[in-house]
C-alpha cells in the first residue's frame, strides 16, 4: 500500500511509520519535516500536498494542538485553539482527500485520552477529541466505495513521560509498539468507525 503520514517525525506518528514501514510505501508528511512538506491547518496546502502525492491507499494524521489551563480561565479564543489546531485540520485531510483514496483505502486519525479520562485544564483537548472521535464514528457510515476511517486514541506515551511529567497523574504510559500496533488495526485491518484505544 502507500501511506501518507502526516506528522511522521512525532512521537505519535513515529509509531505508525515504524509499523507499517517494512510492508509499505510511506509517504512522510510534516510542517518542516518529511519527505512533503505541508501545513494541515491550511487548506490550500492539505489540497497542494494530495496533488503532489497522488493517489494513495491510507491516509494517517499524527498531528495536533491544543489549549490547556482551567476552564474559568479559559478565554473562547483558547477554546478553539483546540478546534483549529486539532480537530478541524484533520477533517479537512479526510474531507479533501476523497479524490485521492483509492477504493476500499482509509482514514485514520488521531484522537487522545483526554475525552475519556480528563485530567486538570484538558477541557479544550478533551473537546477537540470528543469531536474527532464523534465525526468518525459518524463519518464511517457515510463513507463511499468501501473507504474506512478510525481514530486511534492513546494514552500518553512511555517516551513523552518526562515532557507530561506531573501532568497526568494516576496514568498509564503505553509503548510505541502498542501505538504502532492501534495504527496497524486502522490501515491494514477491516474496522471502520472505531475509537482504537491504547491504554
Ligand atoms: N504524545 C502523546 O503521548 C500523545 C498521546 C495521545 C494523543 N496524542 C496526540 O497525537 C498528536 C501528535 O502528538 P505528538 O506528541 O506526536 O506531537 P509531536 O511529537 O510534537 O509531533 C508533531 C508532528 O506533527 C508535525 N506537524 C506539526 N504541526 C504541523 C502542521 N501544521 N502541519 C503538518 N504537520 C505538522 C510535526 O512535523 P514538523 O516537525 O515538521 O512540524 C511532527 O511530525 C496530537 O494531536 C496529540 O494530542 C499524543
Redesign the pocket.
Known amino acids: 500500500m502507500k501511506v501518507i503520514i502526516?506528522?511522521?517525525?512525532?512521537?505519535?506518528?513515529?509509531t505508525a511509520v515504524v509499523a507499517l514501514s517494512g510492508r509499505h510505501e510511506i509517504i512522510?508528511?510534516?510542517?518542516?519535516?518529511?519527505d512533503v512538506?505541508?501545513?494541515?491547518?491550511?487548506i490550500d496546502?492539505i489540497r497542494a500536498m494530495y496533488q503532489q502525492v497522488g493517489n494513495v491507499d491510507a491516509v494517517v494524521?499524527?498531528?495536533?494542538?491544543?489549549h490547556f489551563g482551567a476552564v474559568h480561565e479559559m478565554t473562547s479564543e483558547q477554546f478553539m485553539t483546540g478546534i483549529y489546531?486539532?480537530a478541524l485540520?484533520?477533517v479537512n485531510l479526510v474531507l479533501e482527500g476523497f479524490d485521492y483514496v483509492n477504493d476500499g483505502g482509509s482514514f485514520t486519525v488521531?484522537?487522545?485520552?483526554?475525552n475519556r479520562d480528563p485530567i486538570r485544564g484538558s477541557s479544550c483537548?478533551a473537546a477537540?477529541?470528543g469531536a474527532l472521535d464523534g465525526f468518525v464514528r459518524a463519518a464511517a457510515v457515510d463513507m463511499p466505495r468501501r473507504i474506512r476511517i478510525n481514530a486511534?486514541?492513546?494514552?500518553?506515551?512511555e517516551?513523552?513521560r518526562e515532557?507530561?511529567d506531573g501532568f497526568f497523574p494516576g496514568h498509564v504510559?503505553?509503548s510505541s509498539e502498542a501505538?504502532g500496533l492501534a495504527f496497524s488495526k486502522a490501515v491494514e485491518g477491516c474496522l471502520s468507525g472505531q475509537i482504537i484505544t491504547?491504554e
Request: aromatic residues 2%; contains cysteine; charged residues 15%.
Open positions: 502526516v506528522g511522521a517525525t512525532g512521537a505519535v506518528g513515529k512522510r508528511v510534516g510542517r518542516t519535516s518529511g512538506q505541508m501545513d494541515i491547518e491550511d496546502s494524521s499524527a498531528v495536533g494542538h491544543v489546531g486539532k485540520p484533520q488521531t484522537s487522545g485520552v483526554l483537548a477537540a477529541n486511534v486514541s492513546p494514552e500518553v506515551l517516551v513523552c515532557k507530561y504510559h503505553v501505538v491504547v
